[in-house]
């Protein structure tokens, strides 16, 4: 025997202390006796070529490197760019899952992996993914999920307010949690916290904004696996201030919109000149349907149109998607006109007859510009327009939208004495709705009956 084989024992206490002596020793059996992976084999090398040059500073690091617990299921171990204890285990799809323990002291680090480990395997058995995400890792596919929506078009208006209501207020206060371990008192603590960052009580509108955007972060954790249907977890409340409904145009406000439109686009060159051409039509389409703004108008396209007869008399009927699912809505007689307008304004389908082209179904949009491209915002030049015919705001104060056009609809069909469950149908809508709505009109309508 060589004579640097014959280190005595205490030699290593003496340089190291009696504790690193017995890892020390308990290591280098583990490598020595115990090889069972290529791994543990590129070790043992390592350690007698480290061995043959009597280079124990360089030994105790090598195997001081590597902690395996669990019968060697759970490793921890140190990379020379972090302070930290880093862990991997092996789930039963043999795929390697490697995380940091967010811990400098050796004795928490095993804590934290083994707690890992163990929840993996159990989440395993319950056909779940291994780890849990936490919650701005499920908010944050949320908002990648919604975004793809928008970019292929199939995504609804209201979900930039979703994101932003995501990125501003959940993740800022819900990031670093699980959704799991989310419970009323942390509801309760953000809807306080949340309200002082607006600096005002909120509406009932905005309050659903919250809670919608709450809820489809769970959703999308469900699916993805990442939780269980069965997991009750709190929701946020939608109990604030009743907003105040968006006031309707009078007939006479309406008839000044639409002589305004007639030349506002005139004069005016490239992208806002043929805004303004567009809102003369959408605005037209909005009062002659009682569709929705948005999803549901900006979405329309030329297949969604067709002619249905009904006792020898020919219906232009439209076909919408939006808040509360798809549905066939009739328009007025009126409408045809402004469908040849819209046609005459593109060269794909200027050339064609009105029957014709809708004959052929074609899957082009009626709002684009033209280059083809959607415009994703009309709010904003349609205020441009009230404010210059001041028609802001409404009688009490509150300010005017596209959407108010839908209202406006809603008030003279109800005028007219429309039957309110067909009216229902037609928007897309409950019956409960409109009546909480326009109860205001009820004593209106049955003035005949009740005069």
Same mark, same amino acid.
Request: glycine share 4%; hydrophobic share 40%; proline share 2%.
């Given at each position: ?39 543990? !084999? ?115 208006? !209201? ?36 309200n002082s960052q607006l600096k005002r009580k909120p509406k009932v509108s905005t309050l659903l904004t919250f809670a919608t955007a709450f809820t489809r972060i769970t959703q999308t954790a469900v699916a993805q696996g990442w939780i269980s249907d069965k997991v009750p977890v709190p929701k946020l409340s939608v109990r604030g201030e009743k907003g105040q409904a968006r006031p309707a145009f009078t007939n006479d406000e309406v008839a000044k919109i639409q002589q305004h439109l ?190």
């Amino acid at each position: 025997m060589k004579q640097r084989d014959a280190l005595p024992i205490f030699s290593f206490k003496n340089y190291y202390g009696a504790q690193s002596t017995t890892v020390l020793l308990n290591a280098a059996d583990s490598v020595k006796y115990a090889v069972k992976t290529d791994a543990l !084999i590129q070790q043992h090398k390592r350690i007698e070529t480290l061995l043959e040059r009597e280079s124990i500073n360089d030994l105790a690091a090598a195997v001081g490197r590597l902690i395996h617990l669990r019968d060697s299921e759970v490793v921890l171990f140190k990379v020379s760019r972090s302070n930290y204890w880093q862990a991997r285990f092996r789930i039963y799809t043999g795929k390697w899952i490697r995380f940091s323990t967010k811990r400098r002291n050796i004795d928490d680090a095993k804590q934290i992996a083994c707690d890992r480990y163990d929840e993996a395997r159990y989440r395993e058995r319950l056909g779940f993914t291994a780890l849990v995400k936490r919650f701005d890792e499920m908010a944050k596919c949320c908002i990648a999920e919604m975004r793809r929506d928008i970019a292929a078009g199939t995504g609804k208006k !209201i979900y930039t307010a979703y994101i932003a209501v995501i990125e501003t207020y959940l993740i800022p206060f819900f990031g670093q949690m699980y959704l799991t371990s989310i419970t009323s008192k942390h509801i309760a603590e953000f809807e306080v916290w949340r309200n002082s960052q607006l600096k005002r009580k909120p509406k009932v509108s905005t309050l659903l904004t919250f809670a919608t955007a709450f809820t489809r972060i769970t959703q999308t954790a469900v699916a993805q696996g990442w939780i269980s249907d069965k997991v009750p977890v709190p929701k946020l409340s939608v109990r604030g201030e009743k907003g105040q409904a968006r006031p309707a145009f009078t007939n006479d406000e309406v008839a000044k919109i639409q002589q305004h439109l007639q030349t506002w686009y005139v004069g005016v060159d490239g992208y806002t000149g043929e805004m303004r051409l567009m809102l003369r039509d959408l605005v037209d389409i909005l009062m002659l349907t009682g569709m929705r703004q948005g999803t549901e108008s900006m979405n329309l396209e030329w297949k969604h149109i067709e002619w249905y007869v009904e006792k020898d008399v020919r219906y232009l009927r439209i076909w919408v998607s939006g808040k509360t699912g798809a549905r066939w809505l009739i328009a007025k007689h009126e409408c045809v006109e402004v469908l040849r307008r819209l046609q005459a304004t593109h060269d794909d389908t200027a050339h064609l007859e009105l029957d014709d082209l809708l004959a052929l179904r074609m899957p082009v949009k009626l709002f684009r510009f033209k280059d083809g491209r959607k415009p994703f915002e009309m709010n904003k030049v349609f205020r441009r327009l009230l404010e210059d015919l001041d028609l802001v705001k409404g009688q009490a104060g509150t300010d005017r939208t596209l959407y108010s056009l839908r209202h406006t609809y809603a008030t003279q069909e109800l005028l007219a004495g429309r039957d309110i469950h067909t009216l229902a149908r037609q928007m897309g809508t409950s019956v409960v709705m409109l009546e909480r709505h326009y109860s205001k009109l009820t004593a209106t309508m049955a003035a005949e009956q009740l005069a």
